[in-house]
T-cell receptor, first 115, second 112 residues
């Protein structure tokens, strides 16, 4: 089946630094990608929707200047956590909607720990 | 707003036991309903879906029926296996190309 790859799968960084997470659709094109955040024992919370070539749409309460999303091509979206702080530590998951049939495919997730 | 409520886990069963994971939803209009599964160390995978009332989604022995009258989409399997151990997420999509709204997930552990 279709594969969505996230990189890195886990990252540890110091407070104040920025971290970039990549989401790639490996064998299909995706005009729309979604970024979710998952806290322990909580559901996945949608952070933003990114469409190729346009600005991301952020959900209420998500700081767009802190969570920068770029969707430069039909197979790549990136999430940059700027000036990360310990409260940004979480599991970030992306999903990509296939152009062909609209089905959603999920990445394995990226665990961010900010010290 | 739209939301999904699913039974809290963890759920521990013996192999070949019957499984039910309850899921109810709140939504305006006619959402599509999904069950996703996350095996240890892997990403979410679509398990089954239903797009309209009374539809039954099925896959790998799992079934769920879209019940509009009870706003439910309970997941069932007649005989679970150890390999079914995973976290199961119920989700809805308010419209066909929209994002997904997830429940909190239910962890299932199946013992031999």
């Amino acid at each position: 089946g279709a594969v969505v790859s996230q990189h890195p799968s886990w990252v540890i960084c110091k407070s104040g630094t920025s971290v970039k997470i990549e989401c790639r659709s490996l064998d299909f094109q995706a005009t729309t990608m979604f970024w979710y955040r998952q806290f322990p024992k909580q559901s996945l919370m949608l952070m933003a929707t990114s469409n190729e070539g346009s600005k991301a749409t952020y959900e209420q309460g998500v700081e767009k200047d802190k969570f920068l999303i770029n969707h430069a091509s039909l197979t790549l979206s990136t999430l940059t956590v700027t000036s990360a702080h310990p409260e940004d530590s979480s599991f970030y998951i992306c999903s990509a909607r296939a152009v062909v049939d609209g089905e959603l495919f999920f990445g394995e997730g990226s665990r961010l720990t900010v010290l | 707003g739209d939301s999904v409520t699913q039974m809290e886990g963890p759920v521990t069963l013996s192999e070949e036991a019957f499984l039910t994971i309850n899921c109810t939803y709140t939504a305006t209009g006619y959402p599509s309903l999904f069950w996703y599964v996350q095996y240890p160390g892997e990403g979410l995978q679509l398990l089954l879906k239903a797009t309209k009332a009374d539809d039954k989604g099925s896959n790998k022995g799992f079934e769920a029926t879209y019940r509009k009258e009870t706003t439910s989409f309970h997941l069932e399997k007649g005989s679970v296996q150890v390999s079914d151990s995973a976290v199961y997420f119920c989700a809805l999509s308010p419209w066909s190309q929209g994002n997904l709204i997830f429940g909190k997930g239910t962890k299932l552990s199946v013992k031999p």
